[in-house]
């Protein structure tokens, strides 16, 4: 699709995500600009809410199929899904067509919607290849690997590749960065003391790195590794990968961190 | 034993703060994994392997009554008599009247999961025959009076130390002062005090790795020889096994063996793989007069067909647990039974009703850990997802969880209230959210009980989004 030769430009449709929607609007902005700037067409529709996981993992299979039909409808005729979350893009892309198993007609609607839906930082790299990446950053990372994007998506070297094109930006790799930081949804706040332990282990290896910065793709894993990190007392900062590839780390603070005072 | 799953929350919350087991079981984290890293990083073709395991099981559950039925012919062809066991109650029936039959007073045992799953030594003690564990894990725990933790290393909860002050109080005639920290010296200990025992030993109970249909062989792994004799020495040999342990040949066993012990313990096999068929014949040096099997059902013909028809195919290697964030962080016990990790969190509820086990398939954070190491390709965090939709279907969700839910699903739906509801909330917790994260929340509780709550940045993405349009135009 991204061949020179190719006069119009895809038009991909932005699945914000509730939870960047909610909580980190920045992010959605951060992958407007990606997106853009990779030369695609953004289209945001308006009535999204969620992808319906919440549901599907509490075993709300009913609700999870009308939110999915919602989704379904809401991102017709785009050429490309993109969400900035691994694991709301693997709900579209993996589980959309499970849970239509049983009834044709979406079943149909949610594999031609599974499809075209991605990940954001495999679609930049996998989809648009090499896109240009404006983002500016000096510090050190290191990144966690979510585990949905991970293992329902194969999204492990699509956002390294993009972050070795970041002028300033020194990548160190944590020993147990695949390792899943306890969040799990509902799990977390149902089991909280099992949470702590795991949540624990990541801020461990997060804090072995002696990186500066933690980035990943899934901003319910960045909210609880960041509520762990502040609860601790650690200066960590806690971003979204989009947000340094964009450039847009200025819109707002490090997640959990307060906005810097305006002088005047 | 009883099983106290139905607790597990309380189970798990004594598990982290139990600093012996934590230290265990840091232990088993850095162990386990890295050597099964290991080990399938040599064998360039372990993936295409777990296909061809995985696709054995399939085979075999496909047409699980032929196999059995042709495993059955073979052994009485060899000698040997095949007991169909309905429950757990009928295995230990069998199995103690062959005991008596055979006027035993001491048995021998090989680790059996099986063994452990129908309770069959409560069963023997209570006939007044004393079973002796023969596994080094097993007869620790026997002798602690403790279930096993894990289904492979079914002592790994313990330290080193608790172990010597259990042989300390256990063996009196030792002398006092010996270093039985010292792994040598303990596992000498226990060789000698076992050895009488295997001679002793009237009849041998023995589990079973695999049935082998086209010879009527069984397959039993161990790393100690303990299997082997308790089988050989004892005039009757009883094997224990479920239904779904069947393979059609010999070769399909060997397949199976070899992503068996990768995916256990890192090693390429383990160091005894013992091949039993039929009782000793009239050529052979030594062997049990007698052959038994006492083939289990379970509730495993229940879940044949069913939505838990994928689980029969484990081979109980215990990678899952090994590799489970939240079996390494509340080990074995936790879970209220003989199995445990995500394998026990599906299975247990099959066995024992899912009223009783209801937290297990939900401590899960689904992170797939265990799907991605599974050497027969057991798709566990669906499993586990389809308890969670049995139990919201039949309302044993809590009424908190499933209110909320359902409130929330219903905004979710309705786009429009769902943008007034999120406007109201966002714009009243940015008020409060000035520190860039809160403490306390009400009803969050569960969250910042551990960790503070980021606060949101300020009005909603899709609010923003509509402005900058609007602004636009």
Sequence with gaps: ?264 | MKPTSDVFINNSREALVNDTLQEALAKLAQGFPLKRFNAVSRLAEFDDLRDAARDIKTDVLNNLDSYLEKFEAQVIKQGGKVHWARTADEACKIIVGLCEDAGARTVTKSKSMIGEEIALNESLEDAGIVPVETDLGEYIIQLRKEPPSHIIAPAIHLTIEQVADTFKEAHQDYPADRALTEPRVLLDEARQVLRQRFIDADVGITGANMLVAETGSIVVVTNEGNADLTMTLPKVHIAVASLEKIVPTLEDATTLMRVLARSATGQDMSVYTTLATGPKRDEDQDGPEAFHIVLLDNGRTDMLGGDFHEMLRCIRCGACLNHCPIYKSVGGHAYGWVYSGPMGAVLMPNLLGIGKTGDLPNASTLCGKCEEICPVRIPLPDMLRQWRTRQFDAAVTSSKSHFGLKVWAYMVKRPLLYRFFVSFMLSNLRKFGRKGRFNWLPFAKGWTQVRDFPAPEGQSFIHQYLMSQKRKR
């Design chain 1, 1 to 264: 699709m991204n061949d020179s030769t190719q006069k119009t430009p895809p038009t991909v449709g932005l699945f914000v995500t509730c939870l960047v929607d909610l909580m980190r609007p920045s992010v959605g902005t951060a992958a407007m600009k990606l997106l853009g700037d990779a030369g695609c067409q953004v289209y945001v529709p308006i009535s999204q809410t969620c992808c319906g996981q919440p549901a599907y993992n509490a075993g709300d299979l009913l609700d999870a199929q009308e939110i999915a039909k919602q989704v379904i409808g809401d991102f017709a005729g785009l050429d490309y899904v993109v969400a900035p979350s691994g694991s709301c893009a693997g709900m579209i892309k993996v589980h959309y067509p499970r849970i239509f198993k049983d009834n044709q007609d979406w079943l149909e609607r949610a594999e031609e919607l599974s499809a075209r839906t991605y990940e954001l930082m495999s679609f930049l790299n996998d989809v648009m290849k090499d896109p240009e990446i404006l983002g500016d950053y000096t510090g050190t990372m290191t990144y966690h690997d979510s585990c949905s994007g991970l293992r329902e998506l194969g999204v492990k070297q699509q956002p390294r590749n993009l972050m070795s094109k970041v002028p300033g930006l020194k990548l160190v790799e944590g020993a147990e960065a695949e390792a899943c930081c306890g969040f799990g949804g509902l799990f977390c706040v149902k089991y909280p003391d099992i949470s702590e332990k795991i949540v624990d282990a990541k801020v461990d290896d997060i804090l072995a790195t002696g990186a500066d910065t933690v980035l990943g793709g899934d901003l319910g894993c960045l909210m609880n590794v960041a509520g762990r990190l502040t609860r601790r007392g650690s200066d960590v900062k806690v971003r979204h990968v989009a947000e340094v590839l964009a450039g847009t780390t200025g819109l707002a603070p490090p997640i959990g961190h307060p906005k810097p005072k305006v002088k005047g």
